[in-house]
């Protein structure tokens, strides 16, 4: 191309440079090979595909797992001067077809997607006018059952790639190597381009700590805000663990705000723009915050529980220290967090028996043609509850897991003259429970790897090195088991 991407960078973000793996990645797909991605949280994926989409020309689609965030992702990509746009079911039907009649009239630089949306037949008719230059995966692990948010649709990226004539670009923050090959397979990458960034951020300090009871793990959670300065983001297990972390912050004098999906949409968006623009130093929150949080001076995080995989807590942990600076990754772990886990465990990966019987409910409920609607009265009932958390496009919960298992396939949403959307589902006629199975095994695998972490006696920057396939020397010299940093100005956290 002639056009230098690091001059579009320049003056489309202000950026002197790439930062480092960014740009081999920009210039393969602009010359047109395939190319994955692995940039440890904090690398700047999004710059990957944006940086092409303003020279390529055509549309660059992007494949999210999160619809929850394609707004935001619309927003920041707008900001860097592109026509970006999004679809999603939550959508009324009037902006999809406004949407769609954009990208048909090459009105549309970039576009992101579901991994759900590409087995809609008309969005695939309407991908069949339009001149694609560029599809990006992004969080590629999904792609993987051997990551830590495995998406079943994600596998069918590989079959509807293959009729596009463009490079693809798969891109992600945290895959061990198997999951980097489990990628590369799916997606029948062509002589691609990889770009594995060490994971390896020396300015972190990381640190696990016991704490058995919540009152020692707020108290453990004021000491290390009061020490730092800068932001911080304190991850809480639960919704109810969330406030009850705000509330004896606010007690101790340090103002918090909390952040989790039980909040209304514009109290969210009011933490979250109150935290990026500094009128709010602290979050306390679930792991619902922080997907697209680029935030400089986060000094400090904090997990007043480990999370149940090693990829989640890295990715969590390195929204620390992105401008370079000291920074603590600080976790606390009691031997009875296992049965909080185990209970996620339930949920997310549920035994064979209850899959059977609520792909049992489902067909029950399903029209002649093996159409269901999942928030039938009928099938709530077995679900516990109404299935939120499915319905906006995420992959935990019995509906997950189902879908993991080939027991149904998401379809769409249907509405009625009151204005509400019902999500339909396919049901098919077999399950494959055997590899629900295996995936629970693999889910409690992680699980281990998690608490061997916690109680390893050696190096932990080393452990999580080569959990992620690196080696790393013996003695970092910045964590709690191989000595205490006084430049950092962190306080000796007693073990």
Not at 300 to 328: I, K, N
Not at 399 to 408: M, S
Not at 434 to 448: N, Y
Request: aromatic share 6%.
């Amino acid at each position: 191309m002639s056009i230098d991407p690091v001059a579009v960078l320049r003056r489309h973000f202000g950026y002197p440079g790439f930062r480092p793996g960014q740009e081999d990645l920009v210039r393969a797909v602009l010359g047109g090979r395939d190319a994955l991605g692995v940039l440890p949280t904090g690398g700047g994926k999004s710059v990957c595909y944006q940086v092409p989409a303003l020279i390529l020309g055509g549309l660059t689609l992007v494949v999210t797992p999160l619809v929850s965030l394609m707004e935001d992702q619309v927003s920041r990509a707008r900001l860097a001067g592109l026509r970006a746009e999004h679809f999603s079911a939550t959508q009324a039907k009037e902006t999809r077809r406004t949407t769609a009649q954009r990208v048909r009239d090459g009105g549309v630089d970039l576009l992101f997607v579901s991994p759900e949306r590409l087995d809609v037949p008309t969005f695939n008719d309407l991908l069949s006018d339009v001149d694609v230059r560029l599809l990006a995966v992004d969080e590629a692990h999904c792609i993987s059952e051997w990551g830590h948010d495995f998406r079943p649709a994600y596998r069918r990226i590989g079959r509807f790639r293959a009729a596009l004539r463009c490079p693809t670009l798969a891109l992600t923050a945290s895959a061990t190597p198997a999951v980097r090959a489990d990628i590369l397979d799916n997606l029948e990458l062509s002589d691609p381009l990889i770009v594995v960034r060490s994971f390896d951020r020396p300015n972190l300090w990381w640190a696990v700590v016991p704490g058995a009871s919540a009152a020692e793990r707020s108290k453990g959670v004021y000491r290390a805000i009061r020490s730092t300065p800068g932001c911080a983001i304190v991850y809480a297990p639960t919704r109810r663990w969330v406030e009850t972390v705000r509330d004896d912050l606010a007690r101790r004098g340090i103002r918090a705000e909390a952040y989790h999906a039980g909040l209304p949409g514009p109290e969210r968006s009011r933490v979250q723009a109150a935290f990026m623009t500094g009128a709010c130093r602290v979050v306390v929150a679930t792991n619902a915050f922080g997907m697209g949080i680029d935030k400089a001076d986060v000094r400090t995080v904090v997990h007043v529980q480990l999370p149940a995989t090693l990829e989640s807590y890295y990715q969590e942990a390195g929204r620390a220290g992105r401008d370079g600076e000291s920074a603590l990754c600080l976790a606390f772990h009691g031997r009875r967090d296992r049965l909080l886990v185990d209970r996620f465990i339930a949920r997310t990966h549920p035994k064979s028996v209850e899959l059977w019987r609520l792909h049992r409910s489902l067909r029950r409920h399903a029209d002649r043609f093996g159409v269901a609607r999942v928030d039938d009265p009928g099938i709530v009932r077995v679900l516990g509850g109404r299935p939120t958390e499915w319905l906006m496009g995420e992959s935990e919960g019995p509906l997950g897991a189902l879908e993991r298992a080939g027991g149904i396939r998401r379809l769409g949403t249907e509405g009625d003259s009151a204005g509400s959307c019902s999500c339909l589902v396919g049901v098919s006629a077999r399950v494959d429970f055997g590899s629900s199975a295996r995936g629970r095994r693999r889910v409690r695998g992680k699980l281990g790897a998690v608490l061997r972490f916690a109680r390893a006696k050696g190096c932990r920057r080393q452990a999580l090195l080569r959990y992620f396939g690196e080696v790393a020397p013996r003695s970092c010299g910045r964590c709690d088991q191989c000595g205490y940093d006084l430049g950092a100005g962190f306080p000796p956290f007693d073990r």
